[in-house]
Structure formats: C-alpha cells, structure tokens
C-alpha cells in the first residue's frame, strides 16, 4: 500500500460544476499537507498549503483536513476550462522532511 | 525574470550516451531538488542540496550524479543513458530543508532511443 493513495482519474465535469479531488495517506504523523497544479509541459505550482486539520480557502479553491479519517480535499468552486490540469496532493510529517506525494489526478474542464 | 530555469528543456538521445541538465534560481534559496517525473505523471524526488550540502540521496543508480557549484545551481549528470531513464527531470528549489513551499522549473524531457 502506497502512503498517498490518489487517483489518476482523468476527471471530466463540465463548466461551472464543484470539483472535488481527494487523497488518502496512511500515515498519521502527517501534518503539512499541500496541493501543486500541473499543467501540461509545465512544471508543479503551489495551490495551497494547509497545517494540520481544518479548512482553507483561497477564491474558488477549498482544502480540507480531515486527520482522524486521513483524508484530504481539493475543492474547486464554478470550476473553468483554465482549471484543466493535474492536480497533486503531497504531504510531509514535518518542515524539514520531504513531501510524500500522490500520483495526481487530471482534471478536465469541458467549456 | 524566471525564478527556477532548467536547460535543456528537451534531450532525446542514444542509449549508452552521457547527457547533462543544468539548473540555475534566482529566488536566493538554500536548498534545491532534482526530481523525476515518470509517464504516470508520479514525482519521485531523486537529490536534494542544502547550501551545496547533499542532504537527501534517494535510491537513485549512481550513473546519476549531482553536482552544485553553489547554492543557486544545481546540475545533473546521466552516464550511460538506459530507455527507463525516459521521463521528464524537474529541478525545484525551497527557501526551507523540507516540506517548505517548492519552486519548479518547467522541467526537462528526456527521451532515450
């Protein structure tokens, strides 16, 4: 079993839906948890980055922590064809170690 | 100004050939990465530098080997080109050791025939 179980997808929804991507981990000493965007032929960007449980939001994006269920949420709201990409989870027990990363999912946005 | 610059951003190339990638930010962080990212679109983190300090060697074959001049630089070195070292290399850099906020560049795609 994999620490970050993502899936692959690709997810199709069309324009103007809420979009959820999720990631499982195994590891309960995870507490950073964060989301990169990837589009095609670019490199990873930093979505959001959350601390231990909760919520944040940034615009239409939501991310949720849900540590007893060790599950994470990616929440695109009013979802755009600019949101087509690969999105991916990566987590980490602390600041100083690596992230564990999810295989990322691709999402796609039909105008 | 681009803050994590990789070049070249595609090598296709021989099996058995030697290739080098380079890398170079602006952003004045200490620590960098070499990342691998296969067809799947999976990151596995291969090098990572702490102000020209090597901190994180994953198990990577040593046909690879990194080399950081100073700590805005990060080089890699492939010998011996083999077909599974197809995939695209992502250089990445950190203003902390860890799981800080990571900068990539916009990779490297390496094709080997």
């Known amino acids: 079993q994999k620490e970050v179980e993502q899936d692959p997808g690709p997810l199709s929804v069309p324009e103007g839906a809420i979009v959820s991507l999720n990631c499982t981990y195994s590891?309960?000493?995870?507490?950073?948890f964060m989301w990169y965007r990837q589009y095609s032929r670019k490199g990873p960007e930093l979505l959001m980055y959350?601390?231990s449980s909760g919520n944040k939001e940034d615009g239409r994006f939501t991310a949720q922590v849900d540590k007893s269920s060790k599950y994470i949420s990616l929440f695109i709201r009013d979802s755009q064809p600019s949101d087509s990409a690969t999105y991916l989870c990566?987590?980490?027990?602390?600041?100083?170690?690596?992230?564990?990363w999810g295989a990322g999912t691709k999402l796609i946005i039909k105008p | 100004d681009t803050a994590v610059s990789q070049t070249p951003k595609y090598l296709v190339t021989q099996m058995g050939n030697d290739k080098s990638i380079k890398c170079e930010q602006n952003l004045g962080h200490d620590t960098m990465y070499w990342y691998k990212q296969d067809s799947k679109k999976f990151l596995k983190i291969m090098f990572s530098?702490?102000?020209?300090?090597?901190?994180i060697n994953e198990t990577v074959p040593n046909r690879f080997s990194p080399k950081s001049p100073d700590k805005a630089h990060l080089n890699l070195h492939i010998n011996s080109l083999e077909l599974g070292d197809s995939a695209v290399y992502f250089c990445?850099?950190?203003?902390?050791?860890?799981?800080?906020?990571?900068?990539f560049g916009e990779g490297s795609r390496l094709t080997v025939l």
């Open positions: 590891n309960s000493a995870f507490q950073y």
């Open positions: 959350t601390y």
């Open positions: 990566g987590m980490s027990e602390d600041s100083n170690y690596q992230l564990i």
């Open positions: 530098y702490n102000n020209k300090e090597l901190i």
């Open positions: 990445a850099s950190s203003p902390l050791r860890g799981a800080g906020e990571l900068f």
